[in-house]
């Protein structure tokens, strides 16, 4: 497998790293079930996990809109009011796409950290019709939008690569 050079972007924390090096593991877990391998969780500012998620989009049960930062958001919004949501991050295994972070904007979640980019994600995946991706980085999303939404990543991509490796075949 290609290396993938992601830096650690400024304003990371150590908090960041583990939550976000958790929600790779909770894809690992969701790859060994034999879903799509990506996971994602909501914490508030003092690292509490408020909900976490994998996708449930797979053939032929799944449902193709249930992505797991859509989910994790759905599950954090059901929780928690408009001002707790806004001191939260979606923490995610890969980069919301465009769905996703409309999901995100939509229920108030302050801030994203991601893994792996959705450039790097299509480098894994190729034309596998079950990850039929857009070419629409999250940012892009979330600057049409009226309420600034800070992102953090991609980093830690070779990590959160691995679940992917064997999985897209």
């Given at each position: 497998?290609?290396?993938?050079?992601?830096?650690?972007?400024?304003?990371?924390?150590?908090?960041d790293?583990?939550?976000?090096?958790?929600?790779?593991?909770?894809?690992?877990?969701?790859?060994?079930?034999?879903?799509?391998?990506f996971?994602?969780?909501?914490?508030?500012?003092?690292?509490?996990?408020?909900?976490?998620?994998?996708?449930?989009?797979?053939?032929?049960?799944?449902?193709?809109?249930?992505?797991?930062?859509?989910?994790?958001?759905a599950?954090?919004?059901?929780?928690?009011?408009?001002?707790?949501?806004?001191?939260?991050?979606?923490?995610?295994?890969?980069?919301?796409?465009?769905?996703?972070?409309?999901?995100?904007?939509?229920?108030?979640?302050?801030?994203?950290?991601?893994?792996?980019?959705?450039?790097?994600?299509?480098?894994?995946?190729?034309?596998?019709?079950?990850?039929?991706?857009f070419?629409?980085?999250?940012?892009?999303?979330?600057?049409r939008?009226?309420?600034?939404?800070?992102?953090?990543?991609?980093?830690?991509?070779?990590?959160?690569?691995?679940?992917?490796?064997?999985?897209?075949?």
């Amino acid at each position: 497998m290609t290396q993938i050079l992601s830096p650690i972007p400024a304003g990371v924390s150590q908090l960041d790293l583990q939550l976000l090096r958790q929600s790779i593991e909770l894809a690992e877990e969701a790859k060994a079930r034999g879903r799509h391998p990506f996971a994602a969780l909501v914490a508030d500012r003092n690292g509490k996990i408020i909900a976490s998620a994998g996708n449930n989009s797979m053939p032929p049960e799944g449902d193709p809109t249930q992505h797991a930062e859509l989910a994790a958001a759905a599950k954090a919004a059901r929780l928690l009011g408009p001002e707790e949501l806004a001191q939260c991050t979606l923490y995610t295994s890969a980069e919301p796409c465009c769905m996703c972070a409309g999901a995100i904007y939509w229920t108030g979640i302050g801030r994203v950290v991601y893994a792996l980019s959705e450039h790097a994600l299509l480098a894994l995946t190729g034309d596998h019709p079950e990850n039929p991706t857009f070419s629409l980085p999250c940012r892009e999303v979330f600057a049409r939008g009226q309420r600034q939404i800070p992102v953090l990543g991609p980093m830690l991509e070779n990590e959160a690569a691995q679940a992917h490796v064997g999985f897209w075949k």
